[in-house]
């Protein structure tokens, strides 16, 4: 699936930490199943073997239920499983360099903090920006934090899709989505909870409304 | 550089755990000029971005000396630095996803410890095969020993280059090569020393005194 194919309302971030016995597949596929409309594979410090693995796992979910897979920092795994595209962080290789080996047909996602960044980034290459922290969050220590009006600016200065993304729950999503960008970008509001499909349904339907749908 | 035109004699492994203060590219030039002749590139839980400006370094280097560079797991790292290949162990890619991705001009190397695991990556498409460990190790823990018997029978049973691995000194590297080996494989035998330059040298000295040249 080519960038512009896809629908970035609801971008699910995997983080195996809130799964307790789930797998992730079943929890992916639950989210998907709720209304996740893309999703972003995103494993830090596990072997380069087991993060194939996993992605050839989530691969089959998002395959059968056509939702573009997204693999977070690494080039090699999301090339190895023909994943949708790639999307990279500060301590992740640029985005010039990923732009240039993935080639024109492959999604380049990048994090930006700040509306220089997100210029830059969009500059090199990116298909969509993923921008925050817009609340305090517990997955990701030490992000800086975007606030709703400086989100605002951000989408209104780029070309390219913007979701906003950190702490983003149903209770906040709609205030970030008034900002006017594209989705919201979510990780333990859907993978923490104890009904990881009921959770999903309950803020798609929220964005839905959000989007004016 | 094709693995074809590769002199596996002298196979640097780094490693910056052993560097003190020395930089990791001045140890890899002071080895190449001591007379390493191929270098592997091997960092462990690092981000991705900090492998990348390493793999820079280092390139730099080995190109300035014409001697290959070959990047330890990370195929993304070793495209975007467009090193000479890569060299998978068994939490890393697979040897047959390495060779797909990597086509046929670039390096693929492997890490085996029993003569079946050999001949398996020789058919996946390694076209050298790292041996061992040949002697205990500090560098790297729990890997499987591979007998100096063992290993002469691996490499008269493929046809691809084979070089020792684990635990190799001057002192014992003379044996190493008796066995029929292409080449050794050293990390802290040189990175670790004092001077490393010297130390290089003086392996160096053994091994083309071992290959009979």
Redesign the interface.
């Known amino acids: 699936m080519v960038a512009g194919q896809v629908d970035w309302t609801f971008y699910l971030v995997t983080d195996q930490r809130w799964l307790g016995g789930r797998t992730l597949w079943d929890s992916v596929e639950a989210a998907i199943r709720g209304g996740a409309t893309v999703v972003q594979l995103r494993e830090k410090?596990i072997?380069?073997?087991?993060y194939?693995d996993l992605a050839r796992r989530v691969k089959a979910v998002t395959d059968r239920a056509e939702v573009p897979l997204i693999i977070d920092?690494?080039?090699?795994?999301a090339?190895?499983v023909d994943a949708d595209g790639v999307h990279v962080g500060?301590?992740?290789?640029?985005v010039a360099?990923v732009r240039r080996?993935l080639g024109p047909d492959r999604i380049v996602g990048a994090s930006a903090c700040t509306l220089e960044e997100a210029l830059r980034f969009q500059d090199e290459g990116a298909d969509y920006l993923g921008v925050g922290a817009v609340f305090p969050t517990a997955t990701k220590g030490g992000t800086e934090s975007v606030s709703l009006e400086q989100l605002r600016r951000i989408k209104a200065a780029v070309r390219i899709p913007v979701v906003g993304i950190g702490g983003i729950t149903a209770d906040n999503a709609p205030a970030v989505m008034e900002t006017g960008v594209d989705g919201v970008a979510v990780v333990s509001a859907v993978m923490a909870q104890p009904d990881i499909g009921e959770a999903a349904l309950r803020l798609s339907a929220l964005l839905k409304k959000g989007a004016g749908r």
Do not use: G
Request: proline residues 15%.
């Open positions: 410090e072997p380069s073997r087991d194939l920092d690494r080039l090699d795994i090339l190895a500060p301590e992740d290789l640029p360099a080996l």
